[in-house]
C-alpha cells in the first residue's frame, strides 16, 4: 500500500512499480479507493492497460470488507503475485485499520510489504515548516486539523518518499528531507521522481524488504481527524464532450483544470487536488492541479484531436461542496463553449466526507 496526501503522486507511483513487476514477468493488480465513484485515478490506470479494483464509497479502513471483497475478486480471475493498493489521500491511521486486520483477520496468505507515504511537496514545505496559528490556517493553506491529517500520515509509515524531486532545487530536497528527519527520526527517507524515474530503483529495493513493519499504530483524535476530513468538499463528474469540429482533448483538459483554479482563487479556498482524464478510443489524456501555490500540469498527453470525449473530473477543496458543484459545472460549460461543443453528465457526486469509523482497528 502506497500512502500520502491528496495529489503526492500516489496513482504515478503505482503505475510505474506495476510496469516494474510486470517487466519481472509477475503479475499485477491495484486497487483504487475513494469516496466515490467515477475516479480519475482509476480510469487512468485501466487505460494503461492494468487489472484495476475500485473500493468506492469510503476509505479502505471504513471498508474493509469491500477492500478484501475486491482483493478476492482480483484473486479470482488470475492470482495477482502482487497486489498495488492506493489509499484516499485524506485518510491516516491504516496501519491500525487496514495493514494490521490483513494480517491478522483476513486469512489469506498475503505478505505485507513496507508501509511508505509519499510527501507532497507543495504543501509539505509549508505545513512541515510553520507552526498553526491557533484559530486559523497557516501557510500551508489549510486548517490545524486537516494539516494533522498530513502530519499523522507521516507518524505512522514506515518510510517516507520525497515526490517530485526533479521540479525542486537541491536546496528544498535537502530542506524536505531535514524536517522530515527532525520531526518524524527514525524513518528512511527517499528522493524520487514518480514521473521521471529518478530514485525509482531505491523504492522498489526498500519495498523488497521484510522485518518489523507496518507496526506504528498512531495515537488518534477522531475528532480532530473528522473536522479535517470535512473541511475538504468532494466532487465526482462523469461527463460526455461532443462537438461539430474537432476539438483538442488535451487543450480541454487543462482549460477545465486551470479555469477552476481561476475561480477558486479569488475565494482563497485551498485546492488539494483538481484532476480531469478525457478518453477517447485508445487515447486518454490528464491535467492536474496539485495546491493552491503550483501551476496546473498536463501530467499525460494524449495528442488527440477529436470531435467527441468522455471526461471525468475529481476536485477536493477546502469549499462547500455546494460551491464546487457551481463552479465545476460553470467551468465545463464555459470549456464546452469555448470549443462550440455540447456537455451531458452522466453522474456528478459532491459532499463532505463523513466521520471515519473503521471496520477494525487493531495494536500491534
Not at 516494474?20 to 485501466?46: E, F, P, W
Not at 528544498?172 to 531535514?178: H, K, S
Not at 478510443?281 to 491535467?287: F, I, L, M, R, S
Amino acid at each position: 500500500m502506497i500512502g500520502g496526501f491528496l495529489g503526492a503522486g500516489k496513482t504515478t507511483t503505482i503505475a510505474r512499480l506495476a510496469r516494474h513487476y510486470q517487466a519481472r514477468g509477475q503479475r499485477v493488480a491495484i486497487v483504487t479507493n475513494d469516496q466515490a465513484a467515477d475516479l480519475v485515478d482509476t480510469n487512468s490506470l485501466r487505460s494503461q492497460g492494468f487489472e484495476v479494483g475500485e473500493v468506492a464509497g469510503a476509505c479502505f479502513c471504513c471498508n474493509f470488507n469491500e477492500l478484501t471483497s475486491v482483493v478476492e475478486q482480483l484473486d479470482a480471475g488470475c492470482r495477482p503475485d502482487v497486489i498495488l493498493a492506493e489509499p484516499v489521500g485524506s485518510c491516516t491511521d491504516l496501519v491500525a485499520t487496514v495493514i494490521r486486520p490483513l494480517v491478522q483477520v483476513y486469512q489469506q496468505p498475503l505478505d505485507v510489504a513496507p508501509y511508505g507515504v509519499i510527501l507532497k511537496p507543495s504543501h509539505g514545505r509549508r505545513i512541515l515548516g510553520a507552526e498553526s496559528n491557533a484559530g486559523g490556517a497557516n501557510r500551508g493553506g489549510f486548517s490545524p486539523q486537516a494539516e494533522y491529517i498530513f502530519r499523522k500520515q507521516i507518524e505512522e509509515a514506515d518510510f517516507v518518499v520525497v515526490n517530485r524531486v526533479d521540479e525542486l532545487s537541491a536546496a528544498d530536497v535537502q530542506l524536505l528531507a531535514e524536517l522530515l528527519s527532525n520531526q518524524f527520526p527514525g524513518r528512511p527517507i527517499l528522493r524520487m521522481s514518480a514521473r521521471s524515474g529518478a530514485g525509482f530503483d531505491a523504492l522498489c529495493e526498500l519495498l523488497e524488504q521484510r522485518g518489523e513493519f507496518g507496526r506504528r499504530v498512531i495515537e488518534l483524535d477522531y475528532d480532530v481527524y473528522a473536522a479535517g476530513e470535512a473541511e475538504l468538499g468532494w466532487l465526482n463528474a462523469q461527463l460526455r464532450l461532443s462537438a461539430a469540429e474537432p476539438f483538442e482533448l488535451d487543450g480541454v483538459l487543462q482549460d477545465i483544470v486551470d479555469g477552476l483554479r481561476q475561480r477558486l482563487g479569488p475565494l482563497n479556498a485551498e485546492t488539494a487536488h483538481l484532476k480531469a482524464i478525457g478518453l477517447r478510443d485508445q487515447y486518454y489524456g490528464v491535467a492536474n492541479l496539485v495546491s493552491s501555490f503550483t501551476a496546473p500540469e498536463l501530467s499525460v498527453a494524449s495528442g488527440c484531436r477529436t470531435g467527441e470525449a468522455q471526461l471525468v473530473v475529481n476536485a477536493r477543496v477546502a469549499v462547500d461542496p455546494v460551491l464546487l458543484d457551481q463552479l465545476v459545472r460553470e467551468t465545463l460549460h464555459a470549456v464546452a463553449a469555448r470549443v462550440r461543443g455540447h456537455i451531458e453528465f452522466a453522474t456528478v457526486q459532491s459532499f463532505r466526507p463523513g466521520r471515519p469509523v473503521p471496520t477494525h482497528r487493531l495494536n500491534p
